[in-house]
């Protein structure tokens, strides 16, 4: 949107868009620990801070992390001689 601002100059006044919450990429459930900040402010975070610290940790939740972790281990075939 432009702005004419008192010397008379029109300059570009940007609005901010809301960002979106932080969904499961499996279930679609929302996802704790994911910080809804608009880029510039998300740059002040440190990594540790921005998604939990476990695998998958931001993108999938933590009931279907259990569920693909147990399905993983019960894939495993066990060698016996
Ligand atoms: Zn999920």
């Known amino acids: 949107m432009y702005k004419r601002i008192p010397s008379g100059v029109a300059v570009a006044h940007y609005e901010l868009r809301n ?5 499961c ?7 704790g620990g994911v910080p809804r900040l608009n880029p510039s402010s998300l740059r002040k975070l440190a990594k540790t801070e921005k998604r939990p610290e ?21 894939a495993i075939k066990l060698h016996r001689s």
């Not at 990429?25 to 996802?31: E, H, R």
Request: hydrophobic content about 40%; overall charge positive; some cysteine.
């Open 25 to 31: 990429s499996a279930c679609g459930a929302q996802l």
């Open 54 to 74: 476990r695998i998958y940790g931001g993108t999938l939740c933590r009931r279907c992390l259990a569920n693909i972790l147990r399905e993983a281990v019960r």
């Open 19 to 23: 960002v979106n919450v932080a969904k």
